[in-house]
């Protein structure tokens, strides 16, 4: 099971996300739920990165685990994009169920 963990600041305020695991879904190279789960969270980094002026820390290893913090106030784009990324993990959960994506708000 894929486990997807927002992260709050001391303002209450999502400021990242956590990601840990594989959905089991399917075998390695043919699981969709971890390829839609991974395009998501790599995209919100890479777009974290080129579109904002936010500092931020990402930490990643193979097995499954990417985690995305903003070090600073998190801006109104950056907002945008962790809504924008929890929008598909939900979609993603609604579609397959809890079973392989498990969402701890």
Do not use: P, W
């Not at 945008?80 to 169920?97: K, W």
């Amino acid at each position: 099971m894929i486990k997807v963990t927002s992260i709050h600041n001391e303002k209450d305020e999502v400021c990242g996300f956590r990601v840990e695991g594989h959905a089991g879904y399917a075998k390695k190279g043919q699981d969709i739920i971890c390829s839609a789960v991974s395009v998501l969270a790599t995209n919100t980094v890479n777009s974290v990165e080129a579109l904002t002026n936010d500092k931020f820390s990402c930490k990643q290893a193979e097995d499954g685990f990417l985690e995305l913090i903003l070090v600073e106030d998190v801006s109104k784009e950056s907002k945008l994009l962790l809504d924008s990324f929890f929008l598909g993990i939900e979609a993603i959960v609604q579609e397959y169920g809890n079973k392989f994506v498990n969402l701890l708000k």
